[in-house]
């Protein structure tokens, strides 16, 4: 396989736009093991080889545990994470499989355990690593 085509060369202006959803994110008061948290479930969901090779490489470097990368997938089964935590997780797996609509009952768990400006950038967050994936997807983005 190999990188079908290079967006950030071909069309410049389009791939900083995106760099710029991914600065803001950079920027909020989201904690790194939330936007880490975000970006390899999403990453799994969608099969994005290229994003979970590097975000489950940032993550432990910022000292998320093997167990919990290992478990996410099936977070729902262990008690590796926390409330806040299960509420963006099953936030970040609707939201992805956006299809089948966020559930009221979804929304109202995350509204009841983050704070609204929170809420706001958990899910700017969900929506920035989505396109981020479609991207490496639909390009065939390689991992070094």
């Known amino acids: 396989m190999k990188t079908r085509i290079k967006i950030d060369k071909v069309e410049s202006a389009g791939y900083k736009a995106v760099l710029g959803l991914e600065k803001f994110i950079e920027s909020t008061q989201l904690t790194k093991t939330h936007k880490d948290l975000i970006k390899i479930r999403a990453s799994q969901i969608n099969g994005c080889a290229f994003c979970i090779d590097m975000h489950t490489k940032e993550a432990r470097k910022a000292g998320e545990t093997e167990q ?47 704070e609204e400006t929170y809420l706001a950038q958990v899910i700017l967050a969900i929506i920035t690593i989505n396109v981020w994936n479609r991207i490496g997807i639909t390009t065939n983005l390689m991992s070094a």
């Open 68 to 114: 919990r990368i290992y478990a996410l997938n099936a977070w729902r089964d262990t008690p590796f994470f926390s409330e806040e935590e299960r509420a963006i997780l099953a936030l970040t797996e609707e939201v992805t499989l956006i299809s089948g609509h966020v559930k009221d009952e979804t929304y109202e768990q995350a509204a009841k355990v983050l």
